[in-house]
């Protein structure tokens, strides 16, 4: 695996072990995408030095960070050879090769959070077994092996049923519902079949979905940020409403659900828990991440830490910020995708250009090398000093002058 030539000294730097920023540390990130982008940008306001390791030449971090090896963290000597240059290593993606990073982390090597978390979460099966041990609601759940099985789910949980992939989903690529028997065939065959690993959750009736970024110092200190709606488009994350927009008494035991679901995790950073609300007023958990979401991008103009900062300050071990908000409210679009090509870069430019004439709004653009359809290009956070208010401009933003953002 390459270093950019222009900086092929991390390693001698390391043993001159000069105190570079807020840290001496160089924090080693498994993966270069937009996540690792905006920890990046966190980074050298502190003069934080971050390393990633992403395959991506033109990864949307390699160019703000410290120093990039070209390779794939999902690679154990690439990942060992990473690791030798840096003082901790985190992740901005879950889908790594955990082996390797529990066998480091036996060796002495800093992980956090902890490779524990990373095996736990990185199978939604298991993430869902070891969340119910700690009594953390939940839609019930099941793992099922062939189309018996689906069918006796079926029977027990109802339909439509929801069939999920264990390993490497996101964005709602590993989810498949049924909303029949005859509907199981086709779900588990979108889905590459039993071999690729299944389970079925029950339907969850949410009226809302919301999602609390929850920190964790070196020390075990825990700090919950505030609590927000998230709203999907076709499984994708959207729009983030922060905070949500909900009775006090919700958010309050939403933000309960996630600090115990954190505490049962091990390690420092940020993790992401997403819940779904129901009629009933029932809080369940969806899924948790262990690492900086896009439920918490808004916190960069929104808060008075950055969920970036936050898990440079958690991993490093310096003390947490201060997650509350500093205006009243944020709102969070995704720009996604809308074409393959020039054409999708030239409506995404077009809805930037609005963004730009509206107070409040400030534009991320990650710089990814390609557009694809659905694919999450950049976002706008928007912030005021009201929902109702800063809602009226999102919708000028989405509605003037074109259809085609709608
Ligand atoms: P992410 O990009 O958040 O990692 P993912 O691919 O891991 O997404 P999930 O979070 O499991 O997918 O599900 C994506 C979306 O599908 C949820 O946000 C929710 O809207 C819907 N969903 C997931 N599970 C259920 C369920 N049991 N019942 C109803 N809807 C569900
Ligand atoms: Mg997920
Ligand atoms: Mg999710």
């Not at 003069?47 to 390779?71: F, Q, R, T, W």
Request: net charge negative; with cysteine; charged share 25%.
């Amino acid at each position: 695996p390459a270093f950019r030539a222009s900086r092929d000294v991390i390693s001698t730097r390391k043993e001159e072990s000069p105190v570079h920023g807020l840290s001496e540390m160089i924090v080693g990130v498994l993966g270069g995408g937009q996540l690792g982008r905006m920890l990046c940008q966190a980074a050298s306001q502190m003069a934080i030095k971050v390393a990633i390791l992403d395959p991506l030449e033109n990864c949307p971090a390699s160019a703000l960070s410290y120093d990039h090896m070209v390779g794939s963290f999902d690679d154990s000597a690439t990942v060992e050879e990473f690791v030798k240059r840096c003082g901790v290593l985190t992740f901005e993606i879950e889908h790594v090769d955990v082996a390797t990073v529990e066998k480091l982390e036996q060796q002495g090597v800093d992980c956090q959070p902890k490779a524990f978390t990373i095996r736990i979460i990185q199978d939604k099966y298991l993430q869902k077994v070891h969340f119910s041990r700690n009594e953390i609601p939940l839609p019930e759940f099941m793992q099922i092996n062939d189309i018996e099985g689906a069918k006796r789910a079926g029977e027990l949980f109802g339909y439509p049923l929801m069939i999920k992939s264990r390993r490497l989903a996101y964005d709602g690529r590993g989810n498949a519902v049924a909303k029949s028997e005859e509907e199981l065939y086709s779900a588990v065959d979108a889905l590459g079949g039993f071999d690729r690993g299944l389970y079925v959750e029950k339907w969850a009736p949410f009226v809302k979905e919301l999602a609390v970024i929850v920190a964790r110092g070196r020390d075990n200190s825990i700090l919950c940020y505030p609590v927000v709606e998230t709203i999907h488009r076709d499984n994708i994350c959207h729009i983030v409403k922060a905070p949500a927009n909900v009775k006090w008494k919700i958010r309050e035991r939403a933000t309960e659900i996630a600090y115990k679901a954190v505490r049962s995790l091990e390690g420092a950073g940020v993790f992401a828990v997403e819940l779904f609300l129901t009629r009933d007023e029932q809080i369940l958990l969806n899924e948790v991440a262990p690492r900086p979401h896009n439920s918490g991008h808004h916190t960069i103009e929104a808060c008075y830490t950055s969920q970036f900062e936050q898990h440079l300050r958690a991993v490093v071990g310096l003390p947490l910020g201060d997650p509350s908000m500093k205006t009243p409210a944020a709102i969070m679009y995704n720009i996604l995708g809308e074409d393959e090509g020039e054409h999708g870069f030239r409506l995404a430019h077009q809805l930037i250009g609005r963004a730009l004439t509206i107070p409040g709004a400030t534009v991320h653009w990650y710089d990814k090398p390609d557009m694809r359809k659905q694919r999450k290009m950049g976002h706008i956070t928007i912030v005021g000093p009201s929902l109702q208010n800063i809602e009226r401009y999102l919708s000028r933003m989405l509605e003037e002058g074109s259809l085609d953002h709608k």
